[in-house]
C-alpha cells in the first residue's frame, strides 16, 4: 500500500535556527498538506499545496513558515527562525479523495 | 467555518466491551467526515470515512460509524474492544471531496483494561 514518508523522524534544534522537514507524498496524489499537533493537543492544519501554489494556509502560517515541491517527489516545509513554541509533530499528508497522513517528524526547539 | 467536537476526552473500557465515540460537528452542509486513529508515537490512520450514501460507514479493524444528519453526529463504534484499540482517536471534517484541509476534534484517549 502506497505510504508518505517523513524525513527526519525526530530533530532537535536550537531557538533561532533554521529547519527542513522533508516529506515524500503518495505518487499520484495532488494535493499537499503540512499539519502540526503540539503535545496533547489537537491535530491542526497549516497549509495546503495544490498545483505548485499555497492554496490555504491557516493563520499559524505566518512568515516564518514555507513551503515547497522542490522536484517531482519531496515536499518540504521550512522554518525560518525556530521558536520554543514550534515544538511540536509535524504531519505531511497527501491526498486526491482521501488524505493519507505520513508518521511525523517530532521537532524539539531547545 | 467548520468545527468539530469529541465531548470525551478520555474512554476507558473492558476488553471485550463495546465502544462508542462521539463526534459532533458544525458545518452549514453536509460535509465529508472522518475517523483517524494514533496509536503512541505513531501518525495517523484512516479508519473509516463517509462521502455520502449510506449513513453506516465500515472500516478498517472492525470499526462502524453512523451519519446522522439530523444529530450532525459521525459516531464511532465498536462491538467488542480487543487491547489493541487503545489509542486516541480524532474525528476530521473537511468540506470538499478533493483538496480538503481537514478540520480535527480535540481527540478521545481510549484505555482498554484487561
Known amino acids: 500500500e502506497p505510504e508518505v514518508t517523513q524525513t527526519p523522524s525526530h530533530q532537535v534544534t536550537q531557538m533561532g535556527q533554521e529547519v527542513i522537514l522533508r516529506c515524500v507524498p503518495i505518487s499520484n496524489h495532488l494535493y499537499f498538506y503540512w499539519y502540526r499537533q503540539i503535545l496533547g493537543q489537537k491535530v491542526e492544519f497549516l497549509v495546503s499545496?495544490?498545483?505548485?501554489?499555497?492554496?490555504?494556509k491557516s493563520e499559524i502560517f505566518d512568515d516564518q513558515f514555507s513551503v515547497e515541491r522542490p522536484d517531482g517527489s519531496n515536499f518540504t516545509l521550512k522554518i525560518r527562525s525556530t521558536k520554543l513554541e514550534d515544538s511540536a509533530m509535524y504531519f505531511c499528508?497527501?491526498?486526491?479523495?482521501?488524505?493519507?497522513f505520513g508518521p511525523g517528524t517530532r521537532l524539539t526547539v531547545l | 467555518a467548520q468545527s468539530v467536537t469529541q465531548p470525551d476526552i478520555h474512554i476507558t473500557v473492558s476488553e471485550g466491551a463495546s465502544l462508542e465515540l462521539r463526534c459532533n460537528y458544525s458545518y452549514g452542509a453536509t460535509p465529508y467526515l472522518f475517523w483517524y486513529v494514533q496509536s503512541p508515537g505513531q501518525g495517523l490512520q484512516l479508519l473509516l470515512k463517509?462521502?455520502?450514501?449510506?449513513?453506516l460507514v465500515q472500516g478498517i479493524k472492525g470499526f462502524e460509524a453512523e451519519f446522522k444528519r439530523s444529530q450532525s453526529s459521525f459516531n464511532l463504534r465498536k462491538p467488542s474492544v480487543h487491547w489493541s484499540d487503545a489509542a486516541e482517536y480524532f474525528c476530521a471534517v473537511g468540506i470538499k471531496a478533493a483538496g480538503n484541509k481537514l478540520t480535527f476534534g480535540g481527540g478521545t484517549r481510549v484505555l482498554v483494561k484487561p
Open positions: 499545496f495544490y498545483n505548485n501554489e499555497i492554496s490555504e
Open positions: 499528508a497527501s491526498s486526491s479523495r482521501v488524505m493519507t
Open positions: 463517509y462521502f455520502s450514501g449510506d449513513t
